[in-house]
């Protein structure tokens, strides 16, 4: 079953965004921009490029949907660390808690009030998983009403804490403990051998020194499960198999289902040569894994009126 400690759908107390006074991390994914919403907000906050625009915040909901094999949790902080954490986790030990309709059985909708957005944060999705068939970590977020980014694009990075947690017991790394991980992962100081040592994205080292790539997978364009299944009904990998069923692409209370641009995650370590969204005793002994996503990398929403 799915242990889910807390509403589909949550509220300013469950994850926020915290400025950052001074915002120095910078990705390959494109930014704002200036796209003539006259309800932008100016953050005055510099961009790390010297010369470039400051951010904008744009006073909408932003709009997550969101799931992982096996098990995620979700915030929000600077890039320093985390200003606030639900430490509930959704745990899924089923396929159809991964994949199925509506929104909220297999994959959900959280949303960040529009008051809880200001520049320089981040969201920050924390996953693990157990050694059976495969993991990753699948996700769109978008402005309401605006278009999305999904988890593939260039934006999104991820560290690697060499700290595995079971996906038994319904509960995963707690604040102070991803805090400490995040500060790791920001100036390395972790073992070599089963972490990132610092920030990777899908080119590989962000963070100067740091270790293997976030890893590309499966999109989720198919509308019909292509994965092969043996004689008792499992689920086959291998060298040109899918790894995933098709995420649940209808949309629920005015929420968007799980687009076809978007791509399973996970993380891969230098020189691993195997599928990266399988699981080995190797990979999950590299977990516990940070996901994050810049606010500025957000597509504006559509100006009003």
């Known amino acids: 079953m799915r242990l889910l400690g807390w509403t589909a759908t949550f509220v ?19 930014g704002d921009g200036d796209t003539g919403a006259a ?3 100016d953050s005055g906050t510099p961009d790390a490029d010297a010369g470039a625009a400051p951010e904008k915040v744009y006073p909408v909901d932003i709009d997550v949907v969101i799931t992982a094999d096996n098990a995620y949790s979700i915030g929000w902080g600077d890039d320093n660390g985390l200003q606030s954490f639900n430490p509930d986790s959704s ?25 809880d957005a200001i520049a320089g944060g981040w969201i920050y999705v924390v996953s ?41 017991g319904g509960a995963g790394p707690d604040k102070r403990t991803i805090e400490r991980e995040i500060a790791k992962c920001n100036s390395p100081t972790s073992d070599v051998e089963w972490t990132s ?14 270790r293997g790539k976030l890893a590309l997978g499966q999109d989720n364009e198919s509308d019909v499960d292509l994965r092969v299944t043996d004689d008792v009904g499992r689920v086959m990998t291998g ?16 929420r968007k289902g799980m687009g076809n641009k978007a791509r399973w995650i996970w993380y891969a370590p230098s020189g691993y040569s195997a599928d990266p969204f399988v699981a080995s005793e190797e990979l999950v002994r590299h977990t516990f894994l940070i996901f994050r996503l810049p606010r500025r990398a957000i597509p504006p929403p559509p100006s009003p009126g």
């Open 12 to 30: 300013a107390s469950a994850v926020f965004f915290v400025a950052s006074a001074t915002f120095l991390a910078s990705l390959a994914a494109c």
């Open 39 to 41: 309800f932008a907000m």
């Open 91 to 115: 745990i899924a030990t089923a396929g159809n808690q991964i994949y199925s309709c509506p929104i909220g059985v297999g994959p959900e909708a959280h949303v960040v009030p529009a008051k």
């Open 128 to 168: 693990w998983c157990d050694l059976g068939g495969v993991q990753g970590l699948i996700a769109q977020v978008n402005y309401r009403d605006g278009e999305p980014i999904y988890t593939g694009a260039d934006a999104w990075e991820v560290c690697a804490t060499g700290v595995p947690y079971p996906t038994t």
């Open 197 to 210: 040592h610092g920030w990777v994205g899908v080119n590989g080292a962000i963070t100067p020194g740091a």
């Open 239 to 254: 060298p040109g198999l899918m790894n995933f069923a098709p995420v649940c692409k209808q949309p629920a209370n005015g």
